[in-house]
Nanobody, 115 residues
Framework: QVQLVESGGGLVQPGGSLRLSCAAS????????MGWYRQAPGKQRELVAGLSSGGSTNYADVVKGRFTISRDNAKNTVYLQMNDLKPEETADYYC?????????WGQGTQVTVSS
């Protein structure tokens, strides 16, 4: 059974930082591309950052220079370091794992950026 379990969300003030984690089980983690998505109330889910199995990264333009995606294949975990957070980045953040055949999602973790 595949599981992606996110953690690290919470309430943070504007300009603050959070580090999200996503622990994967039931897959051969190192073979999967990993991504972080977010969905704000009333909006579509959008890609925040992606990290291929080979280590290539891509970011949404609005987070470049502030967010960093990384992975630890030994721990089957992907991270999202988020710095200088803005109120408009309040959303549920979701972890994704995919390869050429499969696509898996976590249950999400809530991030609220507010003073």
């Amino acid at each position: 059974q595949v599981q992606l379990v996110e953690s690290g969300g919470g309430l943070v003030q504007p300009g603050g930082s959070l580090r999200l984690s996503c622990a994967a089980s039931g897959i051969i983690f190192r073979f999967y591309a990993m991504g972080w998505y977010r969905q704000a109330p009333g909006k579509q889910r959008e890609l925040v950052a992606g990290l291929s199995s080979g280590g290539s990264t891509n970011y949404a333009d609005v987070v470049k220079g502030r967010f960093t995606i990384s992975r630890d294949n030994a721990k089957n975990t992907v991270y999202l370091q988020m710095n200088d957070l803005k109120p408009e980045e309040t959303a549920d953040y979701y972890c994704n794992a995919h390869d050429y055949r499969d696509d898996y999602w976590g249950q999400g973790t809530q991030v609220t950026v507010s003073s």
